[in-house]
């Protein structure tokens, strides 16, 4: 028995319940390939998370800031910031079934590749196993996950992100054999061998994000960034649940949702599919900007969706925390973020720090502090030329301290949803907020949805690229076949009883590059006409594309902007669609159009057939 003999390892945290017969032979197996000093088995208790807090701390990966209780700044490698889409992988059994928007590889090949790169990866360090539940633990069909990692910071991060720890081995263990869990697997990829110092963000250059639908596993290596390493986020609840949805008839969503109530107390739900950094979260906290509405938040960046017994599409949130864009929140554009996170328990990632010990990013004042440390750890005073935060900097902090989190937010059926909102970050041509005329034009301008590309992914940023219902990088399958999915969503009930679909832009700019609209709390104006068009009592005019408010039917009561800037940002005009048009036929195209649904070409070729009768 050599001393990388799982059996010789020393296990510590330990659960009082039994362990689910599966897990145990799993985590064997992967200790004896990563060759881990030790095994810890998470109890997501308090004591557990302060002692990664502290561990985290000292080896240099945290900073304890002091204007919050329990809050962690931590800066990552300046080569870690991000998702990175090129380096992953939908390694379905064959290319076809991952489609054209996908990286693939074929299961067999990218296992024994990435086996080669975990032969000892874990080598001088810990390794954690995660017990994990995407969505409320009594909902009627919970989804389970386990996630061996060796970072503590993905530890603590999931713990904050997922309901976790002894509830949940209770739950497998409970349920036995026949309950079900996606396996993933992640490692920084920094081996330690004896006496090798640890760096404060171990990672590594070549990275993978592999996903197996077929076996419902993610095997991710070499990033300890976010939406890369917390498996339970993008990996599962999107990329994997996707294939488990359209399998089972239902939706995993890059979506928000919220419950607004009106000024007569009436209640409706909303889910909201905006790209990486084009506002979920602070649609899914809005301070709502007309009197007598009332907004709460239920989820900010992932929505689960089935059907209910009244022939409904219900909402849950399967995360427990949010893992938010820091810059560009603050006072006036997100009051409910700033108080979440003053209520601490918090890890900040790639901040700047301020001089007292607490964080600061661009936005989150209108001046800034004379003197911070920025996120590459430089002083930075107001001169300096580069952002004193990574533009994709976050903060990860529980939803429970939300001040508008809505009590339904962990209900198990979920919340029955009104609406669907597609939107996009366009510069043109995309009106403020259009109302589909049906569900399958909704699904047709969701296939088109377009977006200027953020800091959220590794590459160029600002370049409009089609991101259909901002599932571009987190669709397990072939983008054609979820658009048949999206379309057969309406066999399963009665048409009055799906949601209506709007698509909104709150981006579009003016010939001087200014936002013509002034969106956070004022979008709350856009979804006052869009509940108000359910409810059929506000007017539209009918465009090629669906109907759009007349300036009349948008409640600008109190709004102090020019009304030139809102009827150029309603405008739907002709001779953009009609320059918009070769790019949708591209991008139907780059999918191969046969995979096309024929109701969604069907669509195409009469949006294009209006711009030329017009
Ligand atoms: P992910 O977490 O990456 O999925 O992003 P998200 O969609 O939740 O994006 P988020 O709400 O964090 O917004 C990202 C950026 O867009 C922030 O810098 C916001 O300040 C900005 N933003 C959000 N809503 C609006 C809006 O209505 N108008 C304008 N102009 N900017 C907005
Ligand atoms: C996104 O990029 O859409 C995020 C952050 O919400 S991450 O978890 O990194 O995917
Ligand atoms: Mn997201």
């Not at 070499?222 to 917390?230: D, H, P, R």
């Not at 006409?529 to 409810?535: G, Q, V």
């Not at 007017?539 to 009349?552: E, K, M, N, R, Y």
């Amino acid at each position: 028995m050599t001393a990388s003999d799982p059996r010789t390892i020393s296990s510590a945290g330990g659960h009082d319940s039994d362990t689910h017969p599966d897990v145990e032979a799993w985590v064997a197996e992967v200790a004896a390939l990563t060759r881990p000093a030790r095994i810890h088995w998470c109890t997501g208790t308090e004591a557990e998370a302060a002692e990664f807090s502290r561990q985290l701390v000292d080896k240099g990966t945290f900073v304890q800031l002091e204007d919050a209780p329990n809050s962690f700044l931590a800066t990552s490698d300046p080569a870690d910031v991000a998702r990175v889409e090129d380096r992953t992988f939908i390694c379905s059994d064959t290319a076809e079934q991952a489609g054209p928007t996908n990286n693939w590889m074929a299961p067999g090949r990218m296992k024994d590749l990435m086996t080669g790169l975990y032969d000892g990866c874990m080598t001088g360090r810990t390794m954690y196993v995660i017990a994990y539940c995407m969505g409320p633990l009594d909902a009627a069909d919970p989804k389970y996950g386990i996630e061996i990692t060796d970072s503590e910071y993905v530890a603590l991060s999931m713990r904050i992100m997922t309901r976790t720890g002894n509830p949940v081995w209770d739950k497998l263990a409970d349920n036995g054999r026949e309950v079900e869990f996606v396996r993933g697997l992640h490692s920084v990829g920094a081996p330690l061998q004896h006496g090798d110092a640890d760096v404060p963000w171990p990672c590594n250059s070549t990275k993978y994000i592999s996903h197996f639908p077929q076996t419902r596993e993610i095997w991710s290596y070499g990033s300890g960034y976010g939406g890369n390493a917390l498996l339970g986020k993008k990996c599962f609840a999107l990329r994997i649940a996707s294939a488990m949805a359209r399998d089972e008839g239902w939706l995993a969503e890059h979506m928000l949702i919220l419950k607004l109530t009106n000024p007569q107390g009436k209640v409706h739900y909303i889910a909201a599919a905006f790209p990486s950094a084009c506002g979920k979260t602070n649609l899914a906290m809005l301070t709502p900007t007309l009197p007598g509405w009332k907004a709460e938040t239920i989820g900010d960046d992932i929505a689960w969706m089935r059907f209910g017994d009244d022939g409904r599409l219900y909402a849950t949130n399967p995360e427990a925390g949010f893992f938010g864009v820091a810059p560009g929140t603050g006072d006036a554009t997100n009051p409910n973020a700033i108080a979440t996170l003053a209520a601490g328990n918090t890890v900040y990632t790639n901040t700047a720090l301020t001089d007292n010990g607490g964080t600061w990013w661009e936005g989150r004042t209108d001046t800034p502090p004379d003197h911070l440390i920025d996120w590459l750890g430089r002083d930075w005073t107001p001169d300096t030329t580069t952002p004193a935060a990574h533009p994709n900097s976050r903060y990860c902090t529980p939803i429970e301290q939300c001040p508008t989190v809505a009590p339904e937010w962990n209900a198990p059926a979920g919340v029955p949803i009104s609406a669907i909102l597609f939107g996009g970050r366009r510069a043109s041509t995309i009106p403020l907020v259009t109302q589909a005329s049906s569900w399958e034009q909704g699904v047709f301008l969701g296939s088109i949805l377009s977006s200027e590309t953020t800091a959220a992914a590794t590459g160029q940023v600002g370049v409009v690229r089609r991101d259909p219902m901002a599932m571009l990088p987190f669709l397990g399958y072939h983008a054609g076949d979820y658009f048949r999915h999206w379309l057969e969503i309406a066999d399963h009930t009665r048409s009055d009883l799906l949601p209506k679909i709007f698509y909104v832009n709150w981006f579009r700019r003016g010939d001087d590059r200014r936002f013509l609209w002034p969106g956070f709390g004022e979008n709350t104006r856009v979804l006052d006409w869009a509940l108000r068009r359910i409810d059929g009592t506000a007017d539209a005019v009918q465009t090629p594309i669906g109907s759009i408010p007349t300036l009349d039917a948008l409640d600008l009561t109190g709004l102090d902007v020019d009304r030139a800037d809102i009827e150029a940002a309603l405008a739907f005009d002709t001779a953009e669609w009609q320059q918009e048009i070769p790019l949708i036929d591209d991008w139907y195209a780059s999918l191969d159009a046969t995979t096309i649904p024929v109701a969604l070409r069907g669509q195409l070729a009469a949006l294009a057939a209006a711009l030329t009768d017009t």
